[in-house]
């Protein structure tokens, strides 16, 4: 059984920092790109990084980049999201996906269960 | 980007009988190489992650009851619940995976 677990969620200042990790287990984690995405309070989906099985391939959204950077640790089946300048656009629950390919950004075939980022002062 | 808009933004829909969401992209999503449409559809209950419903635009995942559908092709999209169940009460999301991912702002089904 795919198990996918988020942890790092917390409340950060606006310009502060924080790190999301995901622990993934019930697959071949380095065989699959791995994806954040991200809900508001209340709003829909929004895609906001993928990176390749094996890391060399990384997709961020307009309103992330350069701000975000997502890194894997396949020997450790560790997912991370890097989150810089924060403002309070960016308070969410932070899905974990799994996707169903390997290098391009595709479907989510598995979710984590999210981890709260909440961004205020 | 790709803009895909679902309608309707919620539906009420008696046990039993059949609900239709729609979802447009401003673009089409059929890559002509593979003949393949490039849409998903999740469902995503209160308090809980999405879960995938269909892929491909009509691939039914894995474990998926059979009620549910999805069809269309191009532009235009379908996700059908044949024979609604209380169960099926959630938000429905369609995302395509073309190009810069994208998702449908989602329509909510109640009984």
């Known amino acids: 059984e795919v198990q996918l677990v988020e942890s790092g969620g917390d409340l950060a200042q606006p310009g502060g920092s924080l790190r999301l990790s995901c622990v993934a287990s019930g697959f071949i984690f380095s065989t699959h790109a791995m994806n954040w995405v991200r809900q508001a309070p209340g709003k829909g989906l929004e895609w906001v990084s993928t990176i390749s099985g094996t890391g060399s391939s990384t997709y961020y959204a307009e309103s992330v980049k350069g701000r975000f950077t997502i890194s894997r640790e396949n020997s450790e089946n560790t997912l991370y999201l890097q989150m810089n300048s924060l403002s309070a656009e960016d308070t969410a629950v932070y899905y974990c996906?799994?996707?169903?390919?390997?290098?391009?950004?595709?479907?989510?075939?598995?979710w984590g269960q999210g981890t709260l980022v909440t961004v205020s002062s | 980007d790709i803009v895909m808009t679902q309608s309707p933004d919620s539906l009420a829909v008696s046990l039993g009988e059949r609900a239709t969401i729609n979802c447009k992209s401003n673009q089409s999503l059929l890559y002509s190489s593979n003949n393949k449409n490039y849409l998903a559809w999740y469902q995503q209950k209160p308090r809980q992650p999405p879960r995938l419903l269909v892929y491909w635009a009509s691939t039914r995942e894995s474990g998926v009851p059979d009620r549910f559908s999805g069809s269309g092709s191009g532009t235009d999209f379908t996700l059908t619940i044949s024979s609604l169940q209380a169960e099926d009460v959630a938000v429905y999301y369609c995302q395509q995976y073309y190009t810069t991912l994208t998702f449908g702002g989602g329509t909510r089904v109640e009984i």
């Open positions: 996906a799994k996707d169903r390919g390997y290098q391009l950004p595709s479907f989510f075939d598995s």
